[in-house]
C-alpha cells in the first residue's frame, strides 16, 4: 500500500495564492496500470506558469477546484509495469504537487544523472529555465558579439541563464533585478557586466549611464513598467524578447488589467521588433538547447543557485517567492518534509 499527500486547489485566489487556496490530502493509491510507473517525486518546479493555471481561463489547462495543482517535476522509479522502465530510473515530467505520481510512460521521460544532477533537469537544463533562456536568446533575441543585452527578473531561474548565454555569445549584459544581494550575486559570481538594483535605484536614469548608446535586446521576465523603461533606450534594430510579465500576473489571466507598454510606438521609430515565445510550442528546440546547457554546466561557464524549500505544506509559500522576490536562481520544492 502507498500513500500519496498531494496539493490540491481548495478555491481560486484572489489576488497572491495564500495557504488557504491549497488542501494537502492524503490518499491510499491502488495498483499501478499497465504502461505506467510509480515515481517517488524528489523535486518540484516552482514557475510562474503555476499561479496562473489556478484561475478560472488561463493559457495553459486551468487546475479544477479539488483538482491537483500542475507542476513539472523530478523523482525515481519505485515501481514498473512498463517495459524498459526501471525501478531507480530518473524521471521528469508533469508530475504535479504531490509525493508520489503514477503517469503513464507517454507523458514521462527518462533523464540521465551522470550527464547533469537530478536537480538540473529542472534548473539549467530544464524546459522553463535553462532552455526558456536558451530560446529566447538565441532563437528570439539572436544577440550578436558587442551588443548590449538587458534582461529583467535578471536573478530568477530564466533570467540568470539567459544573461550567462548573452555573456557567452559575447553581448555586454545588463540584468535588472531587486535588491544588493541580487546586484552582488549577478556581477561577483555569474559575470554580469552590471546590474540596477530596481528596487533602490532609477532605472531609467542607470539605464541610460551604463549603456548611453541604447540597448540592442531587451529580454523581459517582467513587463509592466520596467518593460515601458528599456522600450524607451532601444537602439535602431533592437530585439524586445517577450519571455514573461511576472510583474502582471495578479488578475484573472484571461489578460483583464495586463498593462501593456505605452512606449511601443518606439518599435517603429527604430526599426525594433517585439516577439514573444512560449517554449511549450517548442519541441523541436529542446535537445539542441539541453546539449548546449549540459556543456556550459559541464565546463563551469554556466552556473545557477537553487533554492529549495520542504515539505508540501509550503507550497503557498513557496509559490509566494516568486512574486515577492524572496529566492535567487532556480526555486524547487521537495514535496518531502525535512
Ligand atoms: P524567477 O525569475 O525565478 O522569479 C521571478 C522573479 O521576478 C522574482 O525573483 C523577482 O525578482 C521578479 N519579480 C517578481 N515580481 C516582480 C515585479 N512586480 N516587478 C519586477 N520584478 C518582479 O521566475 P522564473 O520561473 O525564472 O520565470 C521568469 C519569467 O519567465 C516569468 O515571467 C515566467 O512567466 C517566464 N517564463 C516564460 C516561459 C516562456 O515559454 N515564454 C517559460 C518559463 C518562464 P526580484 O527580486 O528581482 O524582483
Same mark, same amino acid.
Given at each position: 500500500?502507498?500513500? =500519496?499527500?498531494?496539493?490540491?486547489?481548495?478555491?481560486?485566489?484572489?489576488?497572491?495564492?495564500?495557504?488557504?487556496?491549497?488542501?494537502?490530502?492524503?490518499?491510499?493509491?491502488?495498483?499501478?496500470?499497465?504502461?505506467?510507473?510509480?515515481?517517488?517525486?524528489?523535486?518540484? @518546479?516552482?514557475?510562474? %506558469?503555476?499561479?496562473?493555471?489556478?484561475?478560472?481561463? $488561463?493559457?495553459h489547462p486551468s487546475v479544477p477546484i479539488g483538482g491537483v495543482v500542475s507542476a513539472f517535476g523530478v523523482g525515481r522509479?519505485?515501481?514498473?509495469?512498463?517495459?524498459?522502465?526501471?525501478?531507480?530510473?530518473?524521471?521528469?515530467?508533469?508530475?504535479?504537487?504531490?509525493?508520489?505520481?503514477?503517469? $503513464?510512460?507517454?507523458?514521462?521521460?527518462?533523464?540521465?544523472? !551522470?550527464?547533469?544532477?537530478?536537480?538540473?533537469?529542472?534548473?539549467?537544463?530544464?524546459?522553463?529555465?535553462?532552455?526558456?533562456?536558451? &530560446?529566447?536568446?538565441?532563437?528570439?533575441?539572436?544577440?550578436?558579439?558587442?551588443?548590449?543585452?538587458?534582461?529583467?527578473?535578471?536573478?530568477?531561474?530564466?533570467?540568470?541563464?539567459?544573461?550567462?548565454?548573452?555573456?557567452?555569445?559575447?553581448?555586454? &549584459?545588463?540584468?535588472?533585478?531587486?535588491?544588493?544581494?541580487?546586484?552582488?550575486?549577478?556581477?561577483?559570481?555569474?559575470?554580469? !557586466?552590471?546590474?540596477?538594483?530596481?528596487? =533602490?535605484?532609477?532605472?531609467?536614469?542607470?539605464?541610460?549611464?551604463?549603456?548611453?548608446?541604447?540597448? !540592442? &535586446? %531587451?529580454?523581459? =521576465?517582467?513587463?509592466?513598467?520596467?518593460?515601458?523603461?528599456?522600450?524607451?533606450?532601444?537602439?535602431?534594430?533592437?530585439?524586445?524578447?517577450?519571455?514573461?510579465?511576472? $510583474?502582471?500576473?495578479?488578475?484573472? %489571466?484571461?489578460?483583464?488589467?495586463?498593462?501593456?507598454?505605452?512606449?511601443?510606438?518606439?518599435?517603429?521609430?527604430?526599426?525594433?521588433?517585439?516577439?514573444?515565445?512560449?517554449?511549450?510550442?517548442?519541441? !523541436?528546440?529542446?535537445?539542441?538547447?539541453?546539449?548546449?546547457?549540459?556543456?556550459?554546466?559541464?565546463?563551469?561557464?554556466?552556473?545557477?543557485?537553487?533554492?529549495?524549500?520542504?515539505?508540501?505544506?509550503?507550497?503557498?509559500?513557496?509559490?509566494?517567492?516568486?512574486? @515577492?522576490?524572496?529566492?535567487?536562481?532556480?526555486?524547487?520544492?521537495?514535496?518531502?518534509?525535512?
Open positions: 500500500m502507498t500513500t =500519496n499527500r498531494k496539493v490540491v486547489l481548495a478555491r481560486r485566489p484572489d489576488g497572491l495564492p495564500t495557504a488557504a487556496d491549497f488542501r494537502v490530502e492524503e490518499e491510499t493509491l491502488g495498483a499501478v496500470p499497465d504502461g505506467h510507473v510509480r515515481v517517488a517525486v524528489e523535486l518540484l @518546479s516552482i514557475d510562474a %506558469f503555476i499561479r496562473t493555471v489556478l484561475q478560472e481561463s $488561463s493559457y522509479i519505485v515501481e514498473s509495469h512498463a517495459p524498459d522502465w526501471r525501478e531507480g530510473d530518473a524521471v521528469r515530467g508533469r508530475l504535479l504537487a504531490q509525493t508520489v505520481a503514477t503517469p $503513464s510512460v507517454k507523458v514521462i521521460e527518462k533523464i540521465d544523472t !551522470d550527464r547533469a544532477p537530478l536537480s538540473a533537469w529542472l534548473g539549467v537544463l530544464g524546459l522553463t529555465s535553462g532552455v526558456t533562456a536558451y &530560446v529566447g536568446v538565441r532563437d528570439v533575441g539572436a544577440v550578436k558579439p558587442g551588443e548590449t543585452f538587458v534582461v529583467s527578473g535578471a536573478a530568477g531561474g530564466v533570467g540568470s541563464i539567459a544573461g550567462q548565454i548573452a555573456r557567452i555569445d559575447g553581448a555586454r &549584459v545588463i540584468g535588472i533585478a531587486g535588491g544588493a544581494h541580487k546586484k552582488a550575486y549577478l556581477e561577483d559570481d555569474l559575470g554580469f !557586466d552590471a546590474v540596477i538594483d530596481y528596487k =533602490n535605484e532609477d532605472v531609467a536614469a542607470r539605464l541610460r549611464e551604463l549603456a548611453p548608446d541604447g540597448v !540592442d &535586446v %531587451f529580454f523581459d =521576465n517582467v513587463g509592466g513598467e520596467i518593460l515601458d523603461v528599456v522600450l524607451d533606450q532601444i537602439r535602431i534594430g533592437a530585439r524586445i524578447v517577450i519571455c514573461g510579465a511576472i $510583474s502582471q500576473y495578479d488578475g484573472d %489571466f484571461a489578460q483583464q488589467g495586463v498593462r501593456g507598454p505605452s512606449l511601443y510606438l518606439r518599435l517603429a521609430e527604430r526599426n525594433a521588433r517585439m516577439e514573444g515565445f512560449a517554449v511549450n510550442e517548442l519541441p !523541436d528546440r529542446v535537445g539542441e538547447a539541453e546539449t548546449a546547457l549540459a556543456g556550459w554546466l559541464a565546463s563551469g561557464e554556466i552556473q545557477q543557485r537553487e533554492h529549495v524549500e520542504h515539505g508540501l505544506d509550503r507550497f503557498a509559500e513557496t509559490l509566494s517567492l516568486l512574486f @515577492s522576490g524572496g529566492h535567487m536562481g532556480k526555486l524547487l520544492l521537495a514535496p518531502a518534509a525535512r
